[in-house]
């Protein structure tokens, strides 16, 4: 998510702190979830349990992991999770539990390939839901993934976006994987409904000139009940220290990248400048110095070619 500095008061919904706060708090934090739910998929949510900034570790430690920001799981069945996934397999039906995945995007520019970042998410989310040795994935549970957003994803204007896998030969056919893609944008005015209008206006403007329904009343309650919590403004101001540490932190990695790929180039020039006059370099040669990026190969290759008498010799070492 980009980055703008604010005051707490300023904050919106649609901004992450603020979103993760009312998600997580003991007092409201379940019904905000429930409201902004069944408002935006049009249907009433049953009783959830939430869980804000969830880790999802990667598959091994050189693999990258995510983190989720509102985790929503909603289930008629009244036992555990293990319980609920058991018990569909037992009886030989789909899970009936459902999971909720709320991320709130502030992006500049959203084609910095979303749809396949939700891709991504979604398959560890799924991954994390199956155990060793389990074989009946009837236990997954359905997964909605909704990204709440301030600028079009699409650009036709619509304020929801509903994506579902299915067959392009048959129509008709029901592929019923159970995922939900859900991409709302605060602006849109194609589609949906008033409801959900006004909604998504008041998430991505959250002042109290936004409130034109009950709904949208009852989330700036919790949105100022929230705000005025001293513990609220004082965990603001950790995740301001917390974001400009992380700032810094890319301005460095991305000076340090830089002067690595500068490193990087220097080093292929210093090569081809060796060989040069040993020789005319093969097109295969010449390729795989150019598509080489280990600068530690690339420093080899340089004091190989300095040594080297003939281009024949370079080859067989490198």
Known sequence: MSYTKKKLEELNVIDDFLMNRLASDAAVGEEFCRLLLSTLLQREIGKVKVTVQKMMPPLSPDRKGVRMDVMVEEAEDAGGEADAAAMCVKEMKVCDRKVYDIEPHLIKGTDTGLARRNRFYQALTDSGRMKRGQKDYRALPDLYVVTILDEDPFGYDYMAYSIRNRCEEVEELAYEDGLHFYYFYTQGNQGGSERIKTMLRYIGDSRKENVADEATGKLHAFTESV????????????????????????????????????????????????????????????????????????????????????????????
């Open 227 to 318: 705000k005025i919590q001293p513990e609220v403004r004082e965990s603001y101001m950790l995740w301001e220290e917390y974001e400009d540490m992380m700032r810094e932190e890319g301005r460095k990695e991305g000076r340090k990248e830089g002067e690595a790929s500068g490193k990087i180039e220097e080093s292929k020039a210093t090569v081809f400048d060796l060989l040069k006059d040993k020789g005319e370099i093969p097109p295969d040669t010449a390729g795989r110095i150019n598509g080489e990026e280990d600068l530690q190969i690339l420093r080899k290759w340089v004091r190989l070619a300095a040594k080297t008498d003939s281009i024949a010799g370079f080859e067989a070492e490198m």
